[in-house]
């Protein structure tokens, strides 16, 4: 019997689509650290109460004195709007054909590009989920970036974590008064991290301390009104900022007890004097900061580089763990701190340590990753193209019900000198 589109369909949902979702939460650590709610979703907004002010109606007063006045707690909302975050793959007619007797024959030429769609999407959201919803991933360097072709990057972060390589469509811009401008739409055809430097099919227009996303990824005007800064998530480094950094619509300018804690300035290879050496009175005196603020703190999260610098701090009061006792999901193993786990993470950003209280960080999504297939087919043909294509699709945001209560160390060195994320 040969194989059709609605048995193709009814294999694919049943085969692929749990796993591949599955494995894509659990391989992000963070993300499958976050717990996942969608009760506070209305339309593409998620909307968040936040608890900010105390009642003043209370007090002693002498005998026969009047009463304090009555009071009430303050409250103000957060609103989050959901990105929308795709993944597509294609198969051309004739691979069809070539197959069409055997619907398990069809299926594993499908595997591979099922398999291949999971990790990319996997790549790019540990990439988002870390990000600060700018969905810039790295920047040209600030003079003699372009010759020719190839452009000199700031950091070799972005090459060296997998998120420039070849083959990817980019834009490359510069931003004025808030708008995307000097945008170049180009493709990198080779990399190297120890230039660091990318080559482009393009370079026409590039400009000395451009940025350079995703193509697509962020729009020509930003969005002043509801902070939105691309089509992308808003990451850890925007809920926990290394500086002051709007979110869900929440202004910190005016109401400064949404802004998060933050020890040492960022790493800025042409500022002097931006970096710390990491040390056990450092790490304690973020969690003492943040758990005057309330939190409970319940993990710590970091780069490989730092993690090492933490192992040559072991002392008395370090608690190692066996890591067969304290692991997580995709392999992740940690030591412990305090109680808490202090995890190492190859996404994280270089020069920084977490440290967070992961009760009060949500992930808002109105579902899991699934196949784009409101019309009943999972896998359609394509315009104008002898070819069927499978589209995987899930909204989503992450934010904070508190921001007061987490704390980022940046500007940690490694080795006596800038981490290297190893």
């Known amino acids: 019997m040969s194989a059709t589109l609605s048995t193709l369909d009814n294999i694919l949902k049943e085969y692929y689509l749990g796993p591949v979702a599955e494995q894509l939460n659990n391989e992000v650590l963070l993300l499958n650290r976050l717990e996942s709610r969608s009760e506070d979703l209305v339309g593409k907004y998620a909307y968040v109460p936040l608890h900010y002010g105390r009642s003043g109606g209370i007090g002693a007063v002498g005998e026969n004195a009047a009463l304090p006045d009555a009071g009430y707690q303050q409250y103000y909302r957060a609103k989050y709007d959901l990105k929308y975050l795709y993944g597509r ?14 619907a398990g024959a069809f299926l594993q030429a499908l595997k591979s590009e099922l398999d291949g769609l999971r990790n990319d999407l996997r790549k790019d959201l540990a990439r988002q989920v870390y990000g600060d919803g700018s969905a810039v991933i790295a920047q040209a360097a600030a003079s003699s970036a372009v010759a020719g072709s190839v452009i000199t990057l700031a950091s070799a972060e972005a090459i060296k974590k997998g998120q420039l390589y070849p083959n990817m469509k980019v834009d490359i811009f510069a931003y004025s008064t808030n708008a ?4 170049v739409t180009t493709t990198i055809t080779a990399v190297n991290a120890a230039t660091p430097s990318i080559t482009v099919a393009d370079a026409t227009g590039v400009a000395d301390g451009d940025y ?6 962020v729009a020509a005007q930003l969005n002043n009104a509801t902070g939105s800064r691309s089509n992308e998530i808003d990451g850890l480094s925007r809920i926990v900022s290394t ?10 300018a005016t109401y400064g007890w949404w802004d998060n804690k933050r020890l040492a300035p960022d790493f800025d290879p042409e500022v002097a004097g931006s970096q710390t050496a990491l040390s056990l009175d450092l790490i304690q005196k973020a969690m003492n900061t943040i758990r005057l603020e309330g939190a ?7 780069t490989l580089g730092i993690q090492r610098e933490f192992y040559n701090l072991l002392s ?15 392999g992740f193993k940690t030591l412990s701190y305090n109680g808490m786990p202090l995890i190492a993470d190859i996404d994280a950003p270089y020069g920084r340590m977490y440290v967070l209280d992961e009760s009060t960080m949500k992930v808002f999504s109105d579902q899991d990753w699934h196949f784009l297939d409101a019309d009943g087919q999972t896998l359609r043909q394509v315009s104008d193209r002898d070819a069927f294509e499978a589209i995987m699709v899930r909204y989503m945001n992450i934010g904070a019900t508190k921001r007061n209560n987490q704390m980022v160390i940046s500007g940690i060195t490694v080795d006596g000198t800038t981490d290297a994320g190893v």
């Open 296 to 302: 409970n703190p319940s993990a710590i999260i970091t």
């Open 316 to 330: 008395q009061d370090v608690q190692y763990i066996d890591p067969a006792s304290l692991s997580y999901a995709a």
């Open 89 to 102: 793959v294609r198969v051309t007619g004739p691979s069809m054909a070539k197959t069409k007797n055997e």
């Open 180 to 183: 995307k401008s000097s945008s």
């Open 243 to 252: 500086s002051a950094q709007d979110l869900g619509e929440v202004a910190v």
């Open 212 to 217: 350079i996303a995703r193509a697509g990824a």
